[in-house]
């Protein structure tokens, strides 16, 4: 390694921050892994906020991402926290369940964010509630309409407005309506994800993946699904679904299954020790096979990486209290609110991106599926032009 390579080691400004306040929810969500008994709940340690707000300035952070692990809105202040990334200059978005009755400050800190994304599974009120349990759709649009409305008042431009559908048995086949409630409220971006399904939660409503209805079922779903598509494009805004939901409508009959593994010696309740997620396959009788995962393809060392500038460009900042390169990683580095700088120098993360420097990537890097295979040469180089090095020859 020379001492050009030697310089993209270390980094002295980041891009974007993504802050987790807390792995917590007002709301259970039938899907969602946050309303299983096993979750680990988690809160950001905000003795040290104003050290991180000053340090994130300093490393010249333009966008702060505030993530959708949990509900913020259920922290205490949250709007104030919010309200000082807003004043620090910072571009924030964030991601929330906007479920809560909101106060007039809280209002006006979501109508100065950039984007706000939220979870939306049907605008059917009675569908809604009993997907989102603990959530009113009455109080989730009114909370939008009090945003657009505030902005509309101070002739400023809303934030861009994404909806969130999790693509099940039970909403598909009603997402024109969902579409078009939704331009009424004035959302800009609409899009389908994926079901990852859990055991069934107790005395919850029982939802299915795509992959598991009959032929006649998706053949409407398909039709409600390009009704919504022609509705979100004549007026002008985003509708995406994403490949693996596309491929169940046109009748993959594939599902993607998680199960979790749970720790259950000692005393008090079980805890989460790992989970595997897999595809399956639906039978026509109803019953499941796995489809083998091939193995992870061996990385070249040496030749081929990952072109991956997120190690370069970004921060999380977990609930934890750790802070990571990216999503992928969750406990590299405890953090305790000051000095990201040091934090994002330090060894872990010097290893990383060393890793993917020279191509012995780390077991994560290698299996990670976010970004192709590059030639390492060209990766550096496209490194190095990112942080400005002249030349950065291994
Ligand atoms: S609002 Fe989001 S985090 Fe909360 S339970 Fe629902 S999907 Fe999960
Ligand atoms: S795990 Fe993936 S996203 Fe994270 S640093 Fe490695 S290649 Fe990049």
Redesign the pocket.
């Known amino acids: 390694m020379t001492s050009s390579h030697h310089d993209l080691l270390h980094i002295h400004s980041i891009e974007k921050v993504t802050l987790e306040f807390t792995t917590r929810c007002n709301l259970k969500c039938v899907y969602c892994a946050v309303t299983r008994p096993w979750h680990r709940k988690n809160d950001l340690d905000l003795a040290s906020f104003d050290v991180l707000v000053e340090e994130m300035k300093a490393l010249g952070v333009r966008t702060v991402q505030i993530s959708g692990g949990g509900e913020t809105t259920i922290v205490r202040d949250w709007d104030r926290y919010l309200k000082k990334l807003l004043d620090g200059g910072f571009r924030v978005s964030i991601i929330s369940n906007l479920a809560k009755p909101m106060t007039d400050q809280a209002i006006r800190a979501l109508s100065l964010c950039g984007e706000i994304t939220t979870s939306i599974d049907s605008v059917d009120p009675e569908l809604y509630e009993a997907i989102r349990k603990g959530g009113s759709f009455e109080t989730f649009a009114t909370n939008i309409r009090r945003i657009r409305g505030l902005c509309e008042q101070e002739g400023r431009k809303p934030p861009y407005m994404i909806w969130n559908a999790v693509a099940s048995d039970r909403i598909i086949s009603l997402v024109d309506q969902w579409v078009a409630k939704g331009i009424s409220l004035g959302i800009d971006h609409f899009q389908i994800s994926e079901f990852f399904q859990y055991d069934e939660l107790p005395g919850a409503i029982s939802i299915h993946p795509v992959g598991t209805m009959s032929g006649e079922d998706l053949a409407r779903a398909r039709r409600a699904v390009e009704r919504a598509r022609w509705l979100a494009k004549d007026a002008g805004k985003w509708f995406a679904v994403l490949p693996a939901v596309e491929e169940a409508l046109h009748g993959s009959r594939k599902v993607m299954r998680t199960e979790v593994e749970l720790d259950c010696g000692g005393e008090g309740k079980p805890v989460f020790k790992k989970s595997r997620t897999f595809v399956q396959i639906v039978n026509s009788d109803g019953s499941r096979q796995e489809v083998p995962t091939p193995p992870p393809s061996p990385m070249l060392p040496g030749k081929k990486t ?6 370069w460009t970004e921060a999380f900042v977990w609930a934890t209290n750790d802070v ?6 969750k406990r590299i580095r405890p953090f305790d609110g000051g000095d990201l700088a040091a934090a994002l120098n330090s060894q872990p993360f010097v290893e ?1 991106r060393e ?2 420097l020279s191509g012995n ?2 077991h ?8 192709e295979q590059v030639d390492v040469e060209e990766f550096r180089q496209r490194v190095a032009e990112r942080m400005g090095v002249p030349s950065a020859k291994a």
């Open positions: 990952k072109n991956c500038f997120m190690p990571a390169p990216c999503c992928m990683y990383i890793g993917l990537l780390s994560t890097c290698n299996l990670c599926p976010m970004f």
